[in-house]
């Protein structure tokens, strides 16, 4: 039996087994990234799909992502990957039955040597996205090294559910981050996504003095819409403070996003864009760079 570190719920995960994330399991007594270097998407994307609207724009970033995620969002857009389950079985599952999922092992030198290869083609970087790269930290960390030696940059899309710690070992060698920051209230985090509010919003307060962050909320109608919470909302990413204690929040990049049904939330139509727009529009009365998605 060994205690997971990674997020809130500090799983014990038995030998053998793996935490709530599928990511993570018990091996000779120690936590380990089960999902360590092994890869189930990889793409060259324009950055501001991730997105970024004013960290190099213009730029093409290659987009790598594995399985697993330690939260449950019932709308996740990359659910095959996430938390499916196929995706929980990942962990527990033989090299054969891998290869039958597209997933493949890359170490961090020959993902390096890619994105390096990539140049050529617009690259600017490395990008850890589509499911939650922080649950495998230890992959990030390694092959940000490298990345960051060879004077390219490292992006990371994230839920922003880890530990302070935990984001200690990344965030040396992050340049950019975008950050979920999903609704503003307790019950939404914890009844709609299984997650923890407070431990984000300390990972983005951290974020926010040590590299460049854009934040995104995806609106969900009868769920995080209100402009009552919009308000809350901006106003405390509009006091977040730099490292030397300046209020930097309003300059934040904030992407407001628009819902589709999908995956297990079917029971809802699309979010009106009239009120993305207005939304927008609340946002905008407190930060200088609002931006809006799927619309």
Known sequence: MANCQVCFRHCDISEGGKGFCGARGCRDGIVTALNYGRVTALNLDPIEKKPLARFLPGSM?????????????????????????EALSLSSAEDTELKAYGLRYISPEELCDLAESCKKRGNV??????????????????????IRKKGMVNVLVTNGTAEI????EVLPYIDAMNIDIKGFTDDYYERLLGGNRKMVMDFISRSVKKCHV???????????DSEEEMRRLTSWIAGLEDEFGNVVGRKIPYHISRFFPRFHMTDRNATDVKKVYRLAEVAREKLDHVYTGNC
């Open 125 to 146: 970087g490395v990008a850890f996205t589509y499911n939650e790269p922080i649950i495998g930290y230890e992959y990030v960390r390694d092959c940000a090294k490298l």
């Open 214 to 224: 854009e934040l995104t909320t995806l609106i969900i109608p009868g769920e995080n």
């Open 165 to 168: 710690g935990v984001l200690e």
């Open 61 to 85: 970033i290659l987009s790598v992502g594995s399985y697993g995620c330690n939260l449950r969002c019932p709308f996740c857009q990359n659910s095959d990957i996430s938390w499916s389950a």
